[in-house]
């Protein structure tokens, strides 16, 4: 096989790990919005089984206490590696949660929903591994690109036991937060490498500076505004926990980070205005800055659509994860748009 087909297959399954990336966002944002996370309390199996079970009479009497000891042993070796960082506080205070104790009763469609995600992360895995094997056919010319993929390897895994910790304990709050943006560099790295692939070698063409300075600003706000969307949705599974069965009074019950999230969409929005503004006076309608720009601002309004809807009609689980979704197809967008005005940017003088 040649270089040319080996660097064109890098690209084919880069172009699918990230789409895959998006979809496993998805499946996340749905997991965590119907509480399924531990739909499934072993792992790689699901209840020691590789076809997960449809009725409870498929369990061992027993599997209640099992759960719970799998739990508990998850969250000792968290509470060990929080010591061994100089969290001592925050290990005391998961090693005395008593809330693990409590054994959840078994629910098939979120077994299944769990289960679903577990499949999605298996088969973007194996994409992921392809895609790094053929990024090897750059390593003579852009080294960068087989770095990058095998990074993306790493951060997947450690990703993946960051998710068993997020649903497996109820007291370190900004894991959510941490577990979110670890997700969308996870997905920079691959746009990033997937960018450089397709540039390789092509030339840059020239554009104002000021265009790339107001989409770095845009891209930082999009950044914050998903930190603090996190930290909502953190808040949420606290104010739940509390009001369970009263979806109603989750929104009012979450306090200022709430306001805040709304009022940070209105500053995003308008620098994305500005950026719109910019694109479309310095480049073609049919530029791929000019279309990235455009869907960006297209599933910025879907966003804001269903903000609304999470507002006013008490956080229904499809809101919350479209709600993520969306959030990471803006950062996805952005990004790639960024990518491509560096490219254009380093010309007029950015970046010396």
């Given at each position: ?104 009763e078994f629910n098939a469609a979120r077994t299944w929903t769990e289960y679903v995600n577990r499949l999605i992360s298996t088969v973007l895995g ?130 200022q980070i709430f306001m805040q999230h709304r009022d940070a969409a209105i500053i995003v929005l308008l620098a994305n205005l500005v950026l719109y ?76």
């Open positions: 096989m040649n270089i040319a087909t080996s660097q064109n297959r890098f690209q084919k399954f880069n172009l699918i790990s990230i789409v895959l990336l998006f979809v496993l966002i998805l499946a996340g944002g749905v997991v965590r919005s119907t509480g399924s996370g531990m739909g499934c309390p072993d792992w790689p199996k699901c209840f020691g089984r590789y076809v997960p079970p449809t009725n409870v009479s498929e369990l061992p009497k027993d599997y209640k206490q099992e759960y719970i000891a799998g739990r508990i042993a998850k969250n000792q070796k968290f509470a060990k590696t929080l010591d061994l960082f100089g969290f001592g506080d925050l290990a005391m205070r998961l090693r005395q949660d008593k809330t693990i104790l409590v054994p959840e194996f994409f992921l591994l392809i895609a790094a094997f053929y990024s090897f056919s750059y390593w003579n010319t852009r080294k960068s690109i087989p770095i990058l993929s095998v990074l993306i390897l790493v951060l997947i895994g450690f990703q993946a036991w960051l998710g068993s910790i997020v649903v497996s304990s109820n007291l370190v709050d900004w894991i959510v937060t941490v577990h979110m943006l670890l997700a969308l560099a996870i997905l920079a790295l691959g746009i990033y490498a997937y960018h450089l692939a397709k540039v390789h070698g092509k030339p840059t063409i020239n554009t104002k500076a000021v265009i790339y300075v107001v989409a770095v600003i845009s891209l930082i706000l999009s950044v914050v505004q998903i930190a603090y969307g996190s930290e909502v949705r953190e808040r949420i599974d606290a104010v739940s926990a509390r009001l369970s069965g009263y979806r109603d009074g989750w929104v009012n019950s979450v306090g503004a910019l694109i479309r006076r310095n480049f073609s309608r049919h530029s791929i800055q000019q279309q990235l720009m455009s869907f960006t601002f297209l599933v910025i309004m879907l966003q804001i659509v269903t903000g609304i809807v999470l507002s006013y009609l008490s956080l229904p689980p499809f809101a919350q994860a479209t709600h993520v979704l969306l959030a990471s197809l803006i950062f996805g967008a952005q990004f790639y748009l960024l990518l491509n005005l560096y490219q254009t940017a380093k010309v007029s003088g950015v970046h010396k």
